[in-house]
């Protein structure tokens, strides 16, 4: 069963703005990692956050995890069209070895 | 950084034929392996996991019989999809957990595209 919800579950933004997708899960966690998936294509890891930090940056993603509300935001900042795909959030559970995956936000980046 | 192959990327097969899905990790042992399906404009659910050299560990409202895993050796895991049936077309996805990192990163195949007809 997937662990995680995403909202929105569509975006739609122009080039330049920032993307903010969130993700929230149920139970304890020992890691959460954000990935990126094109129409049809492989899954891309993008980030991977420790139940014990706050936030991570890497280059245009920043990823934050509050375990106390049991959630996760992803920001892109400065969007391209590129940028356009489906980003997936997945839990790992402490007294788990498997990854449960959200159900995904569609992002779509205008040029 | 760490490769797992998929082969074939795509396969169209007819209603009542099985096919087979190799799920490969190309530089790194992997203890585990994991396998996906993905329905069109959804996201990931996990079928079943499998140990290197024991039997697999499906999920819930998974057939084991219709999704015969196998993972005989360190770099490879099969899954086979017996009976097919259009409503077993679907994206599957395997990934790749390294030996020396229980509970760490898993690599993601690129995903093989089955279409029953």
């Known amino acids: 069963s997937q662990q995680g919800e995403e909202d929105p579950q569509a975006l739609s933004i122009q080039e330049g703005e920032n993307a903010t997708m969130n993700c929230s899960y149920k139970t304890s966690i020992n890691n959460l990692q954000w990935y990126r998936q094109n129409s049809g294509r492989g899954l891309v890891h993008l980030i991977l956050i420790r139940s014990n930090e706050r936030e991570k940056h890497s280059g245009r993603l920043r990823v934050t995890l509050d375990t106390s509300k049991k959630s996760s935001s992803l920001l892109i900042t400065a969007s391209r069209a590129a940028d356009t795909a489906s980003y997936f959030c997945?839990?790992?559970?402490?007294?788990?070895?498997?990854?449960?995956f959200g159900a995904g936000t569609r992002l779509t980046v205008k040029p | 950084g760490a490769v797992v192959s998929q082969h074939p990327s795509r396969v169209i097969c007819k209603s009542g034929t099985s096919v087979k899905i190799e799920c490969r990790s190309l530089d790194f042992q992997a203890t585990t392996m994991f396998w996906y399906r993905q329905f069109p404009k959804k996201s990931l659910m996990l079928m079943a996991t499998s140990n290197e050299g024991s039997k697999a560990t499906y999920e819930q409202g998974v057939e084991k019989d219709k999704f015969l895993i196998n993972h005989a050796s360190l770099t490879l895991s099969t899954l086979t999809v017996t009976s097919a049936h259009p409503e077993d077309s679907s994206f599957y996805i395997c990934?790749?957990?390294?030996?020396?990192?229980?509970?760490?990163?898993?690599?993601f195949g690129p995903g093989t595209r089955l279409t029953v007809t």
């Open positions: 997945a839990t790992t559970a402490y007294n788990n070895n498997d990854m449960r």
């Open positions: 990934s790749a957990r390294a030996a020396e990192r229980p509970g760490g990163q898993q690599y």
